[in-house]
Structure formats: C-alpha cells, structure tokens
C-alpha cells in the first residue's frame, strides 16, 4: 500500500538559515510528488511538483526538492528561511488508479516555526 | 473571484442542525474534491466528482451528502453531525486526464465546529 512518512513533525530555524523538509514514501511504481504549504487559517498551496525527468525541481517562494529513487525520498530544501515560510508543510504522492483522475496520499505534515 | 473560494469561512452548528458548505472553482476544472482536515490526521479523502458524477465515497458517513450540479459547484450538505466532525473541511479541483489530474488546488477551507 501507498504511505508517505514525513519524519519531523516540527522545526524551528533561525531566520536566514537553511530548511531541508524531509519526505518518505512507499508506492511500487514510479511516483508523482508535490510539496504543499499550508498558513494558518488557509488552504494547501501547491509549491512544487515532480512527474518526471530532472530530479532536482524548482518551486516557489524560492523552494525546491530532490527526488531520490535509491532512497524513496523527496526532500524540500530552501537556502534561506524568511519569517513568511513559517507554516505547515505536506507531501504528497500521486498515485495512478488506472482512470482519468489519479489520488493524492498526504502525509501527516512538518510545522515550520521561524525565530527571527 | 480566483482559484477556489469556500463558504462560509467559519460555521458553528449543533448536533441538530442542518446546514451547507459550498466551493466554487474558477479554474475551468472538472474534478473536484471534499477532503476531511482533523489535528494530527493526515487528510481525509471524502468525496471526488468527475465531471458532476461522483467517482468516489470513501465510506463516508451518510450524515454528509454531497452533491454537485456543475463542475463549477460543489457543496456538503450537513446534518446531525457529531463533535467528532469538527474539523476543517477543505475543497480541491483539478484538471482531468494525464499529469494535471494529479495537481490538486485547495481552497481556503471551512472551519466547522459541531457543539
């Protein structure tokens, strides 16, 4: 069965600092996968996303992720946390079901806290 | 209005009531998606429609009744809820067919409280 693990439930960082995000999953065939972001009081925002081709994609707000077939992981990396990043953080694995819509599976999420 | 809107925002409802959430796509999807936000729970699929015909009910309470008359629209219809529905209640669409399909986009969600 599909899962996604993020290991990290909760982060602090120092503003200014680097961010890794790490992302686990277990699905059989090849994965689509995404980053998402969630503020307080909203929605997921998409961040980035992976279907394909170069294993090193490019995001917004300055965010990216590596995906690592050897280790079944699709870590999200900035170099430079601001403030505004503070937030909570889901990966998610696509998962083809032979029909016209395929599935997300999330995983639990990593909340970001940013010490100024 | 952009994306995905959700209404109301906030709902607060006893155990009797009935009352309705609503989601509006301005994306020009075909999919669209009710999932399930609890503290400390991954999300919760609920509902998908594909193209106003609904594809999938994971095994849901009969409690929620969805329904979508366009792929446009899409509500939860709510009654005799339990405080263990509290939760935020979050609307997604997406294109259908091929890698789209798989790009989901959340509205702000609706935040109910069943008391």
């Known amino acids: 069965a599909q899962s996604v693990t993020q290991p990290d439930i909760h982060i602090t960082v120092s503003e200014g600092a680097s961010l890794e995000l790490r992302c686990n999953y277990s699905?059989?065939?090849?994965?689509?996968l995404f980053w998402y972001v969630q503020s307080p009081g909203q929605g997921l925002q998409l961040l980035l996303k992976?279907?394909?081709?170069?294993?090193l994609v490019q995001g917004i707000k300055g965010f990216e992720a590596e995906f690592k077939r050897s280790q079944s992981s699709f870590n999200l990396r900035k170099p430079s946390v601001h403030w505004s990043d503070a937030a909570e953080y889901f990966c998610?694995?696509?998962?083809?079901?032979?029909?016209?819509?395929?599935?997300?599976?999330f995983g639990r999420g990593t909340q970001l806290t940013v010490w100024p | 209005e952009t994306g995905v809107t959700q209404t109301p925002r906030h709902l607060v409802m006893g155990m009797t009531n009935k009352k309705s959430l609503k989601c509006e796509q301005h994306?020009?999807?075909?999919?669209m998606y009710w999932y399930k936000q609890s503290a400390k729970k991954p999300l919760e699929l609920m509902f998908v429609?594909?193209?106003?015909?609904?594809?999938e009910n994971n095994s849901v309470p009969s409690r929620f009744s969805p329904e979508c008359p366009n792929s446009s629209h899409l509500f939860l219809h709510l009654h005799t809820l339990q405080p263990e529905d509290s939760a935020l209640y979050l609307c997604?669409?997406?294109?259908?067919?091929?890698?789209?399909?798989?790009?989901?986009?959340f509205g702000p969600g609706t935040r109910l409280t069943v008391t």
């Open positions: 998610a694995v696509g998962v083809d079901r032979g029909s016209t819509l395929g599935r997300l599976y």
């Open positions: 429609y594909n193209f106003k015909e609904q594809t």
């Open positions: 997604a669409s997406s294109q259908v067919g091929g890698f789209s399909s798989y790009e989901q986009y």
């Open positions: 699905y059989g065939a090849t994965p689509y």
């Open positions: 992976y279907f394909s081709g170069d294993t």
């Open positions: 994306l020009g999807h075909n999919a």
